[in-house]
């Protein structure tokens, strides 16, 4: 039996959020894949364990015992979440994912990062490379770095496998079209995420082998984007089916332009700061 076709026991967090459900109704479909599904559960899904992951919990971390692939979704999902709110929800709860996989022999961590990671690179022209430095502006995109590390120092503690997706613009909307509604202009239209191209991403990610850590960039083929898939296409064989060309507004170039001038602001007060 091929590596392609061997069954696999794959744990989901976040199992009930957006990007949660798609991936847990994709997998479903392949006929090779044992689910446990592990969330707050604000629906009570019959299928899913309940569980506050923030707080560590032998009965919650046992089964992480034997899986192939946890996929990490859980966490905070507002980039405008505050510091308090990503402390918890994305460092703590991460940190305790992590705890439980080295605990039970988890085999790979799929870890969903963000593109918030390098987004003050939003007015450069720099080609938007996993390897590029990373330039969080907010507290969600620090907390999301954090775990990248964190991911890296688990690695070589355990020789295991951790990949952290930068997940693109994959909207919760049914049918996730892209066009000029979405947030962030052309920066955000630039970076949408097909369904079936985050759903093929996951499954890819969970059936690659000999990946050992890697941080790769997770769009569609969007003409004319500023990331660069070539790693996720060269590390886990990503195929990516969908593209959207970027419609521009006169809306969209004012908050732009707008989004451009903050920054600018920032990084000017950042400079004239002094250490307590």
Not at 37 to 60: F, H, K, Q
Not at 153 to 163: H, K, N
Not at 245 to 255: F, L, M
Request: aromatic share 6%.
């Amino acid at each position: 039996m091929s590596q392609e076709t061997q069954r696999r026991t794959v744990l989901i967090t976040g199992a009930t959020g957006s990007i949660g459900g798609k991936v847990r109704r994709h997998l479903t479909t392949l006929g090779m894949v044992d689910l446990r599904l592990l969330c707050i559960n604000p629906a009570n899904d019959s299928g899913v364990m309940t569980a506050d992951l923030a707080d560590y919990e032998e009965r919650w971390a046992s089964q992480f015992e034997a899986v192939d692939t946890v996929i990490h979704l859980a966490g905070a999902s507002s980039p405008n979440s505050p510091w308090t709110t990503v402390q918890r929800l994305n460092i703590d709860l991460s940190l305790n994912v992590l705890r439980a996989a080295e605990r039970y022999g988890a085999r790979r961590i799929v870890f969903a990062s963000s593109n918030w990671v390098v987004a003050g690179h939003r007015c450069s022209d720099a080609r938007l490379t996993p390897d590029l430095a990373a330039w969080p502006v907010n507290p969600y995109g620090a907390s999301k770095l954090s775990i990248e590390r964190a991911g890296r120092d688990w690695v070589e503690r355990t020789g295991r496998s951790f990949i952290a997706f930068r997940i693109g613009y994959c909207q919760h909307a049914p049918g996730n079209i892209p066009g000029p509604h979405m947030d962030h202009g052309v920066w955000g239209q630039q970076m949408w995420l097909s369904d079936r191209d985050l759903c093929q991403g996951m499954e890819r990610a969970v059936m690659a082998h000999d990946v050992r850590f890697a941080i790769l960039n997770l769009m569609s083929d969007n003409p004319g984007m500023r990331w660069d898939i070539e790693a996720t296409r060269r590390v886990i064989g990503y195929r990516p089916q969908d593209g959207h060309v970027a419609v521009n507004t006169p809306d969209g170039a004012d908050k732009e332009r707008m989004a451009c001038a903050a920054g600018e602001v920032i990084e000017r007060l950042r400079g004239l700061s002094t250490p307590w």
